[in-house]
């Protein structure tokens, strides 16, 4: 048995481990291959390695700093593989005043073990707004969002909103939305938003195509006030207050402002005004705070295992010293 053992606490081992570990990391975050077949086959190789290391190894036992050190690794290694069970991460965009609903998430990997989506009706868009600076530069990005039972919050690049488990956080994806109102001849009215890509990266390509309930496709573009390239400013719906928009159909082209409309196939299309959406990134992984109070207490194990053998040969000295004094 201790032959096994030592077999699969072997060196090499652990460098394969790591070696694969390595490519599955990057398989993973190039979307390639799910993080459950990528990352948490190694890790489970890496866990059983160390943890033989920990029973065969007499190091491990004579020391308690540098065993609870390897310990936390092997924590680590074990909560990182059960956490790609459970992990979930997708993409979600929101214009102004839209209520979040389940068919906006647009998944990007998704594990066996995976929660339930969030509810329809959670959250509601609110306010956005994005500083840039000389250059286009961009900097504190602040969006609203309504919570249920917790009211407005505001979300940004790295101060997330927490929800059943979820955490959203905004993106660099974000841009101007045209509200439509489409009056049919028959039957009652509709109000969409059409999302045109996100601005400023695709200043000059503000353009989409979008089909009416009745059918007809159209290529609409959106015309807005050129960007203060070389000043500080903040991107929001205030400075689309005088955009228009292009609205090319079949046999006809025609801009509107806001309040105006058109007549197509099947009823009428009113610009009601623009407004602004956001793109979010929502994840789920219960590990994490996890994780990380772990991942601090190894470099505290570890520090204490450094401390003690310094500590060591400076009490030697001090002794030798006082044997032999000068």
């Known amino acids: 048995m201790i032959g096994v053992l030592r077999n699969i606490a072997s060196l090499r081992l652990t460098l394969a481990g790591l070696l694969v570990l390595a490519v599955g990391l990057v398989a993973d975050q190039n979307h390639w291959l799910s993080g459950v077949w990528a990352i948490t086959p190694p890790l489970a190789l890496l866990a059983v390695n160390l943890a033989a290391a920990m029973l065969v190894d007499p190091r491990f036992r004579r020391n308690p700093a540098l065993f609870a050190f390897h310990l936390c690794l092997l924590l680590l290694a074990v909560l990182a593989g059960c956490g790609q069970l459970a992990r979930f991460d997708a993409r979600l965009s929101l214009v102004e005043g839209q209520e979040y609903d389940g ?14 989506p969030l509810l329809d009706g959670v959250l509601r868009q609110g306010a956005i707004a994005v500083d840039f600076t000389p250059g286009l530069r961009r900097g504190a990005t602040r969006s609203q969002v309504w919570v249920a039972d917790r009211g407005w919050l505001e979300v940004g690049d790295d101060v997330p909103v927490l929800v059943d488990g979820y955490r959203l956080y905004t993106t660099s994806n974000k841009g101007y939305a045209a509200l439509l109102r489409w009056l049919p001849e028959r039957g009652d009215a509709e109000l969409g938003a059409v999302q045109f890509p996100s601005y400023p990266a695709t200043e000059l390509g503000q353009m989409m195509r979008w089909r009416t309930p009745a059918g007809e496709e159209l290529d609409l573009a959106l ?11 903040t991107l ?5 207050t005088d955009a228009t928009i ?5 046999g006809q082209r025609k801009r509107l402002r806001p309040g105006e409309a058109m007549s197509l196939t099947g009823g009428r299309l009113r ?7 956001m793109g979010y990134m929502v994840t789920y992984d219960l590990t994490l705070p996890w994780l990380f109070s772990i991942a601090v207490l190894a470099v505290v194990f570890m520090a204490a295992h450094f401390t003690t053998r310094l500590w060591k040969p400076m ?12």
């Open 223 to 233: 015309a807005l006030s050129p960007t203060p390239y070389n000043e500080t400013w």
């Open 236 to 240: 929001s719906t205030a400075l689309a």
């Open 103 to 116: 068919a906006l998430l647009t998944p990007v990997r998704s594990g066996p073990l995976a929660p339930q």
């Open 246 to 250: 292009e609205v090319q159909a079949a």
């Open 271 to 277: 610009f009601e005004r623009v407004s602004m959406w």
């Open 315 to 326: 009490r030697e000295d001090t002794v030798s010293g006082s044997r032999y004094p000068a």
